[in-house]
T-cell receptor, first 112, second 111 residues
């Protein structure tokens, strides 16, 4: 398996634009997580899905953020409209054992 | 949700054994202790997990005393490539609780 695949690896966008981050979890994993990492706030859990259903989205910062998991092999995190303070590295992770998660390489988002 | 406390940073030298202690005074009966490692520009990577006593794998050992209010990650004979941030997580096996990261310990291994 190629591991968790995230795209794009880098994204630079202008303030106000819509940004969509993509994640393909490891086949067979039934849990998927989205994280945001910054120097100031560390690694924050935004939302997690179990069997494609959002279980806890209390970490989503505000209504500008939304996440979907239409099937077991794909998830998106959307920011609309984007703001400079959204600049961060966004990680997707998947898990089948509920304690050992596998992380993707991350998407480095820069909003100018 | 059990809160964890770890040293912010530690320094060591190549070949030494490194022990990183994590405090989790309000750990619950169902909680497990899990450690992750993160290198710069990469996502965290699972190292080891345990519930009580001692767990050992090819990478590290995890020591958990009987009261489970703390745990110690032990890295034998570290090398420069072990320079990373190490996170201690405590939670029950439902996904969100298990994977809430704190500040971590930044380990610097020097030659």
């Amino acid at each position: 398996d190629a591991g968790v695949i995230q795209s794009p690896r880098h994204e630079v966008t202008e303030m106000g634009q819509e940004v969509t981050l993509r994640c393909k979890p490891i086949s067979g994993h039934n849990s998927l997580f989205w994280y945001r990492q910054t120097m100031m706030r560390g690694l924050e859990l935004l939302i997690y899905f179990n069997n494609n259903v959002p279980i806890d989205d209390s970490g989503m910062p505000e209504d500008r953020f939304s996440a979907k998991m239409p099937n077991a092999s794909f998830s998106t995190l959307k920011i609309q409209p984007s703001e400079p303070r959204d600049s961060a590295v966004y990680f997707c992770a998947s898990s089948s054992l509920l304690y050992e998660a596998f992380f993707g390489q991350g998407t480095r988002l820069t909003v100018v | 949700l059990a809160k964890t406390t770890q040293p912010i940073s530690m320094d060591s030298y190549e070949g030494q054994e490194v022990n990183i202690t994590c405090s989790h005074n309000n750990i619950a009966t169902n909680d497990y202790i899990t450690w992750y490692q993160q290198f710069p520009s990469q996502g965290p990577r699972f190292i080891i997990q345990g519930y009580k006593t001692k767990v050992t794998n090819e990478v590290a050992s995890l020591f958990i005393p009987a009261d489970r209010k703390s745990s110690t990650l032990s890295l034998p004979r570290v090398s420069l490539s072990d320079t990373a941030v190490y996170y201690c997580l405590v939670g029950a096996p439902n996904a969100g609780n298990m994977l809430t990261f704190g500040g971590g310990t930044r380990l610097m291994v020097k030659p």
